[in-house]
């Protein structure tokens, strides 16, 4: 690893053939020439990050380093670029960056430690750039999450490199014609000179353009300026998908050579070794070509998938004893009341601390208390995880769906002992990932059985399988007190629960005006892998505040908007993202009798998200007719795909509140398929009306979670409303079996 | 790497990233069947040639095994558990969602019951789930029923 020492921050060149790239360069100077190997054909060291290409044929292509898993990424982001490139639409490509450590996304490493403005300080953007890519590097960070990239990518990186190439057309026509540069109009990939009449296409300056200089902090346009940007654009990646061409995980294929097919049964308890295997029905099976006990899970191969599924199923193994062979889920339950217990009012690790909460619920004249749980949910991607490998002559070489292309190569090298330039991986289209495709544990798995068969091999794990060994979105119990005073006003809000993944904040509060907040976390050991399932602890966290924030408002006898919204009085955003959802939904307007709507209101990933869920009771159990859902997510860059993220997180949100409980037995996941697991489907889902408020088109905040943590509690707060039973567990389903 | 002051702000705020690369070299298999080479002939083990439970046993395994588990403490499938099936009323496991045709269908599932049922799913209970798994060579219906005979408590 190069210590960074120079200051450069974007850099461009030529690639063999005439196309202009530019980019975020690591090291300024290097010859742009040698990305051909990834961005063009043959193999070769590449040394500059590049983020546009410009062909002599005038296509522009934006290169993009987030997947696409459905979340229109890679659109919105190339839409950024070429609004600020003046590109024509008609003429811009998307290309997936190559996992090569070289497109790392340092804004995403950045969000998490020192937020920054489109207008940050140009001194500061270099040295911090340069450090965030190091970091960036070191961790692998070539992630999509976080609801980030367009909020970082495109906000820091595919602006400023479509503004920085515009202006290097522009500064070369200028040279080229004689005529001052403030003279030369770059519009729709054209750039033309009104007094001489020249025109010329961009493509045609491309190669003319890579001697320019490059502006290191070139001015990025003001919204007035915005022509593709904040515009509805249709998604690129559609057609492929709707004519099938569009190459997913599963559709991977090696060139030149046959596939066999892997499936794979890891052992059932989390951290369980499988000790012995019986296969003597799957030898004789068809199409059986190889059964592997690899220590952590059985793998059959085999020519076809279903026969080794089929031959798998058939096998009996035996497994290592662990301490969590006889837990179930009441038995977790019990270990995190035990901890809360030990808590108690005052105790846990301590995460927010305004006034003395404690001191002002004795005082209160009015205490409400509640405890809520939620399961464990599982991410359940239509996809399921597979990955195709192929390992060769002491390399490795994958195909697969993965949010994190880069970690998926070091975490295979180091499976394989083999260095990270050994390994290739090759990004897909995803069927879903929701965090799921943040783990490495699948492409580990498919090149381990290449490496031990020598088979290229496809492996595809079950839907159970898919069920059974997720990394799964924590269970977790909260417990509130908080006291009102005469007037219904919140005096103190003491909370504890005991799980705590990320992002750093999804628990606070401080939105409302309450004077004395106590928040903190009693931890209890899991049992199950966690991990991050879309908006990650404020799928849990929203639910719990929000539904509490509800009892509250009935506590003191108050209308459920009307409550939060003077609780909001120092939050003049959110406020205005609930009067808009409020005056959406009819607020206060009758409705038939059996049928109530909920509110509630959950600031995410930086976008804030306020819902109203109207529920009916059908022969005794709830329907979610409408949803009706504002967010303020500071400028909506595209107006149809932020829609249709809020409608999809609240359709998935939908699924894990009514739905999704994963409950254990025996220290196993008792839920495989989608019987036991079931999901929202078409017929269940609501009508979805979703406006936004554009209030700060500098920082930007996510679309791809927001949308999610405030529709369960706006449904449990819909289901009171309408029946009189407060949902404190979900999935909300169990209350009505 | 990177300038000292910040590495440790820094590697902490990422730490909430998911960090796959700490795994350490995967271990060899621990077993390893070579069944046969890709090209090479199918295993053939005929029917008659072995004794009937061990050929029922394949002949669940490859007609019954993707929908109903043939242990006790089995997680439900798309298909209830068949340990203990001889004997048992139909639609009698605990939790498990039977359609209304399989729960109306009064029978109670003696051997040739069940061979009568995998002949002909549809046939037998007109509306139930079970839209798959017909075993149409009436020797493994029957190797199937002497295999499933073998499961549930002894005596």
């Avoid at chain 1, 003279?183 to 320019?212: I, Q, R």
């Avoid at chain 1, 596939?259 to 951290?271: D, H």
């Amino acid at each position: 690893m190069n210590k960074w020492t120079r200051r450069g921050f974007i850099g461009a060149g030529v690639l063999t053939g005439g196309a202009l790239v530019v980019g975020v360069a690591v090291r300024p100077g290097n010859p742009v020439d040698k990305l051909r190997g990834d961005v063009a054909s043959g193999p070769g060291e590449e040394l500059v990050n590049a983020w546009v290409k410009i062909d002599h044929d005038n296509t522009v292509t934006a290169i993009v380093p987030h997947c696409e898993m459905g979340q229109g990424a890679h659109t919105a982001l190339a839409q950024m670029l070429a609004d600020e490139l003046d590109a024509d639409w008609a003429k811009v490509a998307v290309m997936q960056a190559p996992a090569n450590g070289f497109y790392v996304v340092p804004d995403t490493a950045r969000e998490f430690v020192a937020k920054w403005s489109v207008d940050a300080p140009n001194w500061i953007e270099p040295t911090y750039n340069g450090l965030f890519t190091q970091v960036a590097r070191l961790a692998d960070v070539m992630i999509t999450g976080g609801s980030s990239s367009v909020r970082t990518t495109g906000q820091h990186t595919m602006r400023m490199a479509g503004a920085a190439a515009r202006h290097m057309l522009v500064a070369a026509a200028a040279r080229k014609w004689g005529v001052p540069e403030g003279e030369v109009v770059a519009e729709n990939s054209l750039l033309s000179h009104k007094a001489s009449g020249k025109s010329a296409t961009y493509g045609e300056f491309a190669e003319a353009a890579s001697h320019e200089h490059m502006p290191q902090t070139p001015p990025l346009k003001d919204v007035s300026q915005f022509k593709l940007m904040g515009k509805g654009l249709k998604r690129l990646d559609i057609p492929a998908k709707v004519d099938g061409s569009a190459k997913f995980g599963l559709d991977a294929a090696v060139p030149g050579e046959a596939l066999r097919y892997a499936a794979v049964k890891a052992a059932p308890v989390p951290g369980a070794k499988v000790e012995a295997i019986n296969a003597e029905a799957a030898r004789t099976m068809p199409g059986v070509l190889q059964i592997l006990n690899m220590g952590d899970f059985v793998a059959v191969v085999a020519d076809g998938y279903w026969q080794a599924q089929q031959a798998l199923n058939t096998i009996e193994a035996s497994y290592s004893k662990t301490d969590g062979d006889l837990l179930d889920s009441a038995m977790l339950r019990a270990r995190f009341a035990k901890a809360l217990d030990a808590a108690g009012d005052a105790g846990g690790k301590s995460l927010a601390r305004r006034g003395d909460a404690v001191g002002a619920l004795k005082g209160a004249a009015k205490k409400v208390t509640a405890e809520y749980q939620v399961p464990f949910v599982a991410h359940a991607a239509m996809e399921p995880m597979n990955c195709t490998a192929r390992v060769a002559g002491g390399k490795c070489e994958v195909w697969t769906s993965t949010q994190v292309p880069l970690m998926a190569r070091s975490a295979i090298a180091k499976a394989l002992g083999i260095g990270a330039e050994d390994v290739t991986v090759n990004q897909l289209y995803l069927g879903g990932a929701f965090g799921r495709r943040l783990e490495s544990d699948y492409p580990v798995q498919a090149a381990r059985i290449a490496k031990a068969t020598g088979y290229p091999v496809k492996m595809i794990w079950s839907r159970e399988e898919d069920t059974r060994q997720d990394f799964y979105r924590p269970a977790d119990t909260s417990r509130f007190s908080a006291g009102l005073d005469a007037g219904g006003k919140v005096l103190g809000w003491n909370n504890v629960f005991t799980q705590l993944n990320d992002p750093p904040g999804s628990w606070d509060v401080a939105h409302y005006d309450i004077p004395a907040v106590s928040i903190r976390r009693a931890e209890a050991d899991m049992h199950l892998r966690f991990g991050s399932l879309r908006s990650v602890d404020h799928s849990q966290q929203g639910f719990f505040i929000e539904s509490f924030v509800d009892e509250l408002a009935h506590a003191a006898g108050q209308d459920p908007f009307e409550f939060r919204r003077s609780l909001l009085a120092k939050s003049p955003r959110h406020k205005a993202v609930l009067e808009k959802v409020a005056r959406m939904a009819g607020w206060g307007s009758p409705l038939p009798k059996g049928t109530a709507r909920g509110i509630a209101i959950v600031k995410s990933f930086g976008t804030i998200v306020a819902e109203v869920a109207q529920v009916s009771m059908q022969d005794g159990r709830p329907s979610v007719d409408k949803v009706w859902c504002c967010a303020d997510a500071g400028y909506v860059m595209n107006p149809d795909g932020f829609a249709a993220q809020m409608e999809g997180g609240i359709i998935y949100g939908l699924t894990t509140a009514l739905y999704s409980g994963i409950t254990l037995k025996n220290g196993a996941v008792e839920q495989a398929n989608f019987d036991t697991y079931p999901m929202v489907r078409m017929d269940e889902a609501p009508d979805i009306e979703v406006a936004f408020i554009n209030a700060d088109t500098r920082e930007l905040g996510g679309a791809g979670e927001p949308g999610l943590p405030p529709i369960a509690p706006a449904v449990c707060n819909a289901i009171f409303a309408a029946t009189g039973l407060r949902i404190r567990e979900l999935p909300v389903m169990s209350h009505f079996a | 790497m990177s300038p000292p002051p910040l590495r440790g702000l820094v590697l902490a705020a990422t730490v909430a990233l998911p960090l796959a690369g700490c795994a350490k070299k995967a271990p060899d298999p621990i077993e390893q069947i070579v069944v046969r080479k890709p090209g090479d002939p199918p295993v053939v083990v005929p029917l008659a040639s072995t004794d009937p439970v061990a050929a029922g046993k394949r002949a669940f395994a490859a007609s019954c095994s993707a929908c109903h588990a043939a242990s006790a403490d089995a997680a439900k499938g798309v298909g209830p558990a068949l340990y203990g099936v001889i004997g048992r009323k139909a639609a009698s496991v605990p939790g498990f969602a039977y359609s209304a045709a399989m729960k109306g269908s009064g029978l109670t599932w003696s051997g040739p019951e069940i061979e009568a049922l995998i002949a002909n799913p549809q046939g037998i209970v007109p509306g139930t789930s079970m839209n798959a798994g017909a075993v149409s060579d009436a020797n493994a219906r029957h190797a199937i029923v002497q295999y499933l005979k073998t499961l549930g408590p002894k005596g």
